[in-house]
């Protein structure tokens, strides 16, 4: 039931692969863009504990199904690996360690009032990731578009609409596949509540069940409806946490994103910097949970059936539209969050930097590079 019987599960202990995802999730700089470069670079290429095909069918179902990038993609990645099993460890050992940094910042954040610091040490770290962010999306890219004419066409259309309307959208996911799998169809017809108040304690003083349980509904909803990375995530929260809702204000908000940009791991860990501020750590925990446990549900769900029709050649091809329309909808988010980093010479020559680092330093840790660029920025804004 877990996996299908035409193809062998990756030849690596369960426990080293889990190893792997929590060492993602502790040094993996850079959102969700360079998060799923760094899995198909390491698990793919360098170690092949995962295959190509694999890969390929992991990011196209956590393009097409709502919520955070990367965790879908490792948590489908855990699945095929070991079940459902798999899917929990590799899901919970991805996501825990951002997890904790981000709500140990936010008590920090709640006691000092604020985190200038981080201002400056963003100026650096946001210009360093861009750079990753490129060298990734074009790795990506190369190796799972090929020299296929069609998916190169449909990945720049991805980018251009991306980068243009600065957010994802579902209806273009679908409308590549479907392209990818009429052309290739064609040839194949030719051929044929709590008693410790301070657990419930954000900025506007003890939260009450209500407002926890609109906390757990509310990322709930955000987890379920948003599509993409977490740069599309961001809007949706924004409207909801400043505009709607009262929970923060505009430079609260903008503190949050930067905790989860200087924090490695998925990006969308950035609601428990929320909950947090509304509602103490129960809220950080419910945001977290109520933001990650739909996205576990629907990759581990469908991901029995998605593996077993996989290897049809129509949903091959639908497959193929879709990863090419994912992999340019990468790179036109890189364009835009490199639009918002580089704003001035030190920020272009730091992405640039880094970038070549990237290059040419095949071993280049991504931890050093962004540790640097945050000294840097330091230093520049002190």
């Given at each position: 039931?877990?996996t299908?019987?035409?193809?062998?599960?990756?030849r690596?202990?369960l426990a080293?692969f889990v190893g792997?995802?929590?060492r993602?999730?502790?040094t993996g700089f850079?959102?969700?863009i360079?998060?799923v470069g760094y899995?198909?670079?390491?698990?793919?290429?360098?170690?092949g504990?995962?295959?190509p095909e694999?890969y390929?069918e992991?990011?196209?179902?956590?393009?097409?199904?709502?919520g955070p990038?990367a965790?879908?993609l490792?948590?489908?990645?855990?699945?095929v690996?070991?079940?459902v099993a798999?899917?929990?460890?590799?899901?919970?050992?991805f996501v825990l360690?951002?997890f904790?940094?981000v709500m140990?910042?936010?008590?920090?954040?709640?006691?000092?009032g604020?985190l200038?610091?981080m201002?400056g040490a963003f100026?650096?770290?946001?210009?360093?990731?861009?750079g990753?962010?490129?060298?990734s999306?074009?790795k990506?890219?190369r190796?799972?578009?090929?020299?296929?004419r069609?998916?190169?066409g449909?990945f720049?259309?991805?980018?251009?609409?991306t980068?243009?309307t600065?957010?994802?959208?579902l209806?273009m996911?679908?409308?590549?596949g479907?392209?990818t799998?009429?052309a290739a169809e064609?040839p194949?017809?030719a051929m044929?509540?709590?008693p410790w108040p301070?657990?419930v304690t954000g900025?506007?003083g003890?939260?009450t069940t209500?407002t926890?349980?609109?906390?757990f509904?509310?990322f709930?909803e955000?987890g379920t409806?948003?599509?993409g990375s977490g740069?599309?995530?961001v809007?949706?929260?924004h409207?909801?946490v400043?505009?709607?809702?009262?929970?923060?204000t505009?430079r609260?908000?903008?503190?949050?994103v930067?905790?989860a940009m200087?924090?490695?791991?998925?990006?969308?860990?950035?609601v428990?910097?929320i909950?947090?501020?509304?509602?103490g750590?129960?809220?950080?925990t419910?945001?977290?949970?109520?933001?990650?446990?739909?996205?576990y549900?629907?990759?581990?769900?469908?991901?029995p059936w998605?593996?077993?029709y996989?290897q049809?050649a129509?949903?091959r091809?639908?497959?193929?539209g879709?990863t090419?329309a994912a992999?340019?909808?990468i790179?036109g988010?890189?364009?835009?969050l490199?639009r918002?980093?580089?704003n001035d010479?030190?920020?272009?020559?730091?992405a640039?930097?880094?970038?070549?680092?990237?290059?040419?330093?095949?071993k280049?840790?991504e931890?050093i590079?962004?540790?640097?660029?945050g000294?840097v920025?330091?230093?520049l804004?002190s």
């Open positions: 039931m877990h299908a019987p035409d193809r062998e599960r990756p690596v202990g080293a792997y995802f929590a993602l999730g502790t850079g959102g969700p360079a998060l899995m198909q670079r390491d698990l793919v290429e360098e170690r504990w995962i295959s694999d390929k992991g990011l196209a179902l956590a393009q097409l199904a709502p990038l965790a879908q490792a948590i489908y990645l855990g699945w690996r070991a079940g798999g899917a929990t460890l590799v899901g919970l050992a360690p951002s904790v940094m140990a910042l936010s008590a920090l954040y709640l006691r000092v604020g200038p610091w201002q100026y650096g770290v946001g210009a360093a990731v861009i990753i962010i490129v060298r999306a074009w990506l890219a190796a799972t578009l090929g020299k296929a069609l998916l190169w449909i720049a259309i991805s980018a251009l609409v980068a243009v600065e957010t994802e959208m209806w996911f679908l409308l590549a479907v392209v799998m009429v064609r194949r017809v044929s509540v709590f301070f657990l900025l506007h003890p939260a209500t926890l349980g609109r906390i509904w509310f709930a955000a409806v948003v599509f740069l599309a995530i809007p949706f929260l409207g909801g400043v505009n709607e809702l009262g929970w923060l505009e609260q908000f903008l503190d949050a930067a905790v200087i924090t490695p791991g998925p990006v969308v860990i950035t428990a910097f909950g947090y501020l509304a509602a750590p129960v809220g950080g419910l945001a977290a949970l109520g933001t990650f446990l739909p996205c549900l629907l990759v581990v769900g469908p991901a998605f593996r077993r996989a049809n129509r949903i091809a639908f497959v193929d879709v090419a992999s340019g909808a790179a988010a890189a364009f835009v490199g918002r980093a580089i010479v030190p920020t272009a020559i730091i640039v930097s880094t970038l070549a680092a990237m290059t040419w330093l095949k280049a840790p931890p590079l962004i540790v640097l660029a000294g920025g330091l230093l804004r």
